[in-house]
């Protein structure tokens, strides 16, 4: 994404910058993901204030437990998103390609 656009909703689609492929997401979607990486992101500062603050390991690790199922939670509602707009238009508009790439992804995430 473009520095310009973090932050803010950009009304045309962000591309990434490993491939040509975009995503435009409603302003929903978009408030929602963004919501819950600034989450993941304050809690992340918080484990790296708690190792500078010495913090028991333990509590350290619970922590981290819970920025893992924010992670998680960020990933399937990501996921679910995908599946209905953008696989859903694939397969509406004969992509039969977009069934394999779903499935490798699936396979990555179940690691």
């Known amino acids: ?11 045309t689609a962000r ?5 040509e492929r975009k995503k435009s997401r409603d302003e929903r979607e978009y408030r929602d993901l963004m919501n819950r990486l600034s989450r993941i992101e304050g809690q992340v500062r918080g484990l790296k204030g ?3 603050s010495d913090v028991y390991c333990v509590d350290i690790l619970t922590q981290v437990s819970a920025v893992t199922a924010a992670l998680n939670s960020f990933n ?5 998103n ?5 696989v ?6 004969g992509k039969a390609g977009v069934v394999e790439e779903l499935v490798t992804t699936l396979q990555k995430l179940m690691k």
């Open 1 to 11: 994404m473009e520095e310009s656009t973090i932050g803010k909703k950009n009304e």
């Open 15 to 19: 591309s990434c910058t490993c491939c």
């Open 50 to 52: 708690m190792v500078e």
């Open 76 to 80: 399937k509602v990501l996921l679910a």
């Open 82 to 86: 995908h599946i209905r707009t953008c």
């Open 88 to 93: 859903a238009e694939d397969i509406r508009d």
